[in-house]
Every structure is written in structure tokens, then in C-alpha cells.
């Protein structure tokens, strides 16, 4: 008698576990799902995930490298504007903002970008870009730096009420302009 049950076969599982990965991380926090929740999800068995993902993380890793990957062309085209730091930073919070659930896989992950080769690459060509625009390694960390913490800070409600929108988005904008155009130790 000849087996009548199918096998399941989904097409782009991959895909599939990185998209159910994205919405848990958006609704319960990029630690409070697993790979077995995501293959629930999916409609696959708990095993099916280890055929793409080593490990939770590796599948955090994954969709903050996906996510630098599509933030890319934005800081590419950022870096074109004729006062490229304001714009930069501008597109980096644009970023967060469009994309939580990113945001909170590339801060509240605790990942490791060394342990991630893939994602420590992504995130080279991002900081490449900025490098670029700037002319200064050290101005684009600092850049970097001050739009991850405002971005952290709004994400999470720290300024809510105190400092409006407008206001916020004025100074960041006025303080990655003293950072573009801060001479560098080595500029004479």
C-alpha cells in the first residue's frame, strides 16, 4: 500500500522563517521568539529551520543583514546630497522608523557582528558609504553613533512628551552637520 501522505514542500522556506522572524520580533522583541515558534508559524516541523539557521541568532543575524542590505541604496543616495551628514543621519532614522522591528534586531539582538561574517560585511558597506561621504572613519563612527541613539531613545519612548518631534530632529540634523564638517585630527 503506497504511502497517501505528501511530503511538505514550501518553495523559499528561508524566506518564509525570516518574514513569520521579523513579525515576532516586531510583536514580542528579537529575544522572545525561536526557531521553533518561527516554524510553527510557517507550518513546518521544528527541525525545518536548522536546514537555514544554525541557531536563533544565526537567524537574527540574518534579517539584520538582509535589513543593512535595504538601507544601503538609502545611505547611498543620502551620501550624493550636497551636505551628505545631515542627510545621512536623516536616513537613518527614516530607517528605524520605517523598520522597528530592524531597529530592535541590530540593537536589542546582542549580536555579535565578528560572529556573523555575512553581517559584519553588510554593515562594512553601510559604514563604507558614510566613510566615503564624510572623507573620516572617526566622523562616520560618531555620525552612526548619535543616529543609533536617537533612533534607540524615540523607539523606545525615552523622550516622549519632553522634546517635540520637530525640535529633535532639528538638533540631530544640526549636531551630524558640526560632525560633517569637523576637521579631522590629521587635517591640518
Known sequence: MANTRRAYHHGDLRSALLEVARSLVLSKGPRAFSLTEAARQV?????APYRHFTSADAML????QDALGELLPSLRAAAQAPDPAPALARAL????????????????????HTDHP???AAGAACFGVMVEALGDAGRAAALWSLAHGAATLARRGALDGLVPDDARLAA???AARHIGAARSPSTP
Open 43 to 47: 507550518g513546518v516541523t521544528h527541525a
Open 61 to 64: 543575524a540574518a534579517l539584520a
Open 93 to 112: 532614522l527614516d530607517f528605524a522608523e520605517a523598520r522597528p522591528q530592524d531597529h530592535d534586531t541590530f540593537n536589542l539582538a546582542g549580536l555579535q
Open 118 to 120: 555575512g553581517l559584519k
Open 172 to 174: 540631530i540634523e544640526d
